[in-house]
């Protein structure tokens, strides 16, 4: 085995550039790795031997009233704090238009008195229209999956188990249609928790409220069961409540934030792909590695089967897949393939040569996947915490050559075309929420968001053309103040390359859901489920262990889930 710093000299030659990683089309293919964030929140929740537990269940016999759920860690606790409510079916909606939900939440900080949950009750169903202090570090709202919800209670109450296809059809039995937290709405800013230890990953915080929300689901679920059917009632076995996941659905919100957050963008892709370079670079596999490798391809062959969306590009997509991951299967079948030295680049290659980018992506987080002891320690670079600053004494001419060498896919886009300006972002007057708009449909573009990057890098190489290469940033920025903020971004794509979406964002083609299940597959989601170029439905911690399971040896072993026994 080569030592730790030959391995990273020798992983630098297997990373991929910003310009083949940073394209819309495989940021549209991203899938989750070990590095997503739920993966990583899962790990230390088992290795600090977090405590759960249901401090108070006030509800009526069909669910509506209040719950507090809390999880201890070595330091403090958190409470969940739910509201359930029965709303009539015609306000039902995962849209942000809604205006009642079936279930809302904050994630308090510490343990709340009645005062805290009387103060709550009166402004967390109200979402937006609440008020809120800097003791709630997150609020959420959810809705149930209907069909799914009422069956699973019937059948429990029974004392059967639910149809275990019906369950994965849709994968949860509530989904989130919003999760808010870092100061909005008056919940507490970042800066209150960015130093503790649980807190300092990307969305810990967040994602911990949406682990609390899938526990407090289910284990609605069961309560109410048992109010039905009394002593013949059961629970869900473990393998069956493992497999149920908590649902969400999300929109436009997230794509500006991936753009007005670079530093935090190039934090998340540069781990991600010096994992995979990490593995790339190994001459000789590590013990049992490959082993795990080609069982996984049989399991996440089985994954592919049971990921079934109605969106017709989608399903094309998950088609073709399926049979490049058999064509894999095929290829590694032939011990021969993977015998030679650097087996691992071997398979990438041969898949990034032959299949889909769709492929591509899966095959990256499925050879990263035996590697933790290799790679799990990049889970702890991906946050961020500044803040790209103008250099003001940078000369034109380093300017200009950053233009130059990073910035091509801008500077060669011709903004004359109607196609290249054919989309705007915009926030909506009613809710304050991000839109994507038409400009020859739509009204509102001279309301337009400073997110039309490639468009201002070129408009600022044209101005760069009569500049002197001795004149200072500083003085360049006093004549042409319009270009102050794409300098400061461009400025730090020098430090960090992978910070940029290399494609024009306001292009006619362009699909905001890939920006979308980007993020998205950072989080750890999966089985994406397009409903238009717009938003999606996804699946999170789904087959994740429950809390009562977090010290079981395989806690960590639940990416690509499948309906339990159904490994063939």
């Known amino acids: 085995m080569m030592s730790d710093s030959n391995l990273s000299n020798l992983s630098v030659e297997f990373m991929r550039p910003p310009e083949q990683v940073m394209r819309l089309d495989r940021m549209g293919s991203s899938h989750q790795t070990r590095l997503s964030f739920m993966r990583s929140l899962i790990r230390r929740m088992s290795r600090e031997n977090w405590k759960f537990e249901c401090l108070r269940r006030d509800i009526d016999n069909d669910g509506f009233g209040v719950s507090v759920y809390a999880v201890t860690t070595p330091l403090r606790t958190y409470s969940l704090i739910a509201f359930t409510q029965d709303i009539p079916p015609k306000k039902r909606t995962d849209r942000v238009i809604a205006e009642v939900w079936d279930a809302t939440f904050n994630l308090f ?54 149809d275990i296809e019906l369950l994965s059809s849709v994968g949860y039995l509530m989904r989130t249609t919003a999760v808010y937290g870092s100061g909005k709405f008056g919940c507490a800013d970042r800066a209150k928790i960015a130093d503790r230890e649980e807190c300092k990953g990307a969305f810990q915080i967040e994602l911990l409220a949406v682990y609390l929300i899938r526990w407090f689901t289910i284990d609605l679920a069961e309560h109410l069961a048992k109010k039905r059917g009394g002593d013949k009632a059961v629970k869900f076995e473990p393998h069956i409540r493992q497999f149920i996941g908590v649902g969400n659905a999300t929109g436009l919100g997230m794509a500006p934030f991936l753009l007005k957050h670079p530093v935090l963008i190039h934090n998340l892709v540069i781990a991600k792909e010096s994992a995979l370079a990490r593995v790339r670079s190994m001459e000789t596999p590590l013990k049992g590695t490959l082993e795990k490798f080609t069982q996984s391809l049989i399991q996440v062959s089985q994954h592919l089967r049971e990921w079934s969306v109605e969106d017709e590009v989608q399903t094309t997509r998950i088609d073709r897949l399926k049979d490049e991951i058999e064509s894999l299967s095929n290829w590694c079948s032939d ?22 980018l769709e492929c591509q992506e899966m095959v990256v987080s499925l050879i990263i996947e035996p590697h933790g002891s290799l790679v799990d320690d990049l889970a702890e670079t991906m946050s961020s915490v500044s803040t790209p600053k103008l250099v003001a004494d940078m000369p034109l001419s380093q300017l200009k050559g950053i233009v130059k060498d990073y910035y091509v896919w801008a500077t060669t886009i011709d903004f004359t075309l109607t196609d290249s300006q054919h989309h705007f972002w915009y926030y909506s007057e ?135 026994n159904q490994v063939i």
């Open 109 to 162: 900080d510490g343990i709340p008195t009645q005062a805290d949950i009387d103060y709550l009750a009166n402004n967390t169903p109200k979402q937006e229209g609440g008020r809120y202090r800097p003791s709630e570090l997150v609020l959420a709202r959810a809705n149930k999956s209907l069909r799914v919800f009422e069956h699973v209670i019937s059948t429990l109450a029974k004392g059967n188990q639910p």
């Open 335 to 356: 011990e021969i393939n993977l015998m030679k030295p650097y087996p691992w680049n071997g398979i990438y290659q041969f898949v990034e040569d032959r299949f889909s």
């Open 430 to 564: 009613d809710k304050l929420e991000p839109r994507f708009g038409s400009r020859d449909v739509e009204e509102g573009s001279e309301q337009e968001m400073p997110l039309a990057i490639g468009r201002d890098v070129h408009d600022l190489n044209h101005a760069l053309l009569s500049t002197s290469d001795e004149m200072l940033v500083g003085e360049f920025v006093l004549s042409f103040p319009q270009f102050r903020h794409i300098i400061r971004r461009i400025q730090n794509t020098l430090q960090r390359p992978y910070s940029e979406v290399q494609d024009n964002l306001l292009d006619e083609s362009m699909r905001p859901l890939d920006l979308l299940r980007f993020k998205l597959a950072f989080f750890g989601a999966s089985k994406f489920d397009p409903k238009s170029d717009l938003w999606t439905r996804i699946s999170m911690y789904q087959g994740a262990p429950m809390p009562d399971q977090l010290s079981d040896p395989d806690h960590d072993k639940w990416f690509f889930p499948v309906i339990p």
